[in-house]
Nanobody
């Protein structure tokens, strides 16, 4: 049974940085494209970033492009999301997920999820 555990969230100020981690047990992540999604209260879950299996190809939501960087360390079975220049609108519960099939931008294309880590950006 695969388990994804996110960590690294917290309460920060506008302009600060955070690095989220997503570590897996029970499954080797190197076989999967891995994504980050987020969900703010009262809003739908939205795509943030994805990294393809080889680690060289990444895609980002327009809202985070240039500020966030997704990476992976297959030896550690971990995926990261470096978040810089944080804004209040980045406040959300952040999830990592493993892609099964379909669009990388659609949450229902992902088959296994972590429980999420909260990021709160205060102005």
């Amino acid at each position: 049974q695969v388990q994804l555990v996110e960590s690294g969230g917290g309460l920060v100020q506008v302009g600060d940085s955070l690095r989220l981690s997503c570590t897996a047990s029970g499954r080797t992540l190197s076989s999967y494209a891995m994504g980050w999604f987020r969900q703010a209260p009262g809003k739908e879950r939205e795509f943030v970033a994805v990294i393809i299996q080889g680690g060289r190809t990444t895609y980002y939501a327009d809202s985070v492009k240039g500020r966030f960087t997704i990476s992976r360390d297959n030896a550690k079975n971990t995926v990261y999301l470096q978040m810089n220049s944080l804004k209040p609108e980045d406040t959300a519960l952040y999830y990592c997920a493993g892609h099964y099939s379909g669009s990388f931008y659609a949450w229902n294309a992902y088959g296994f999820w972590g429980q999420g880590t909260q990021v709160t950006v205060s102005s």
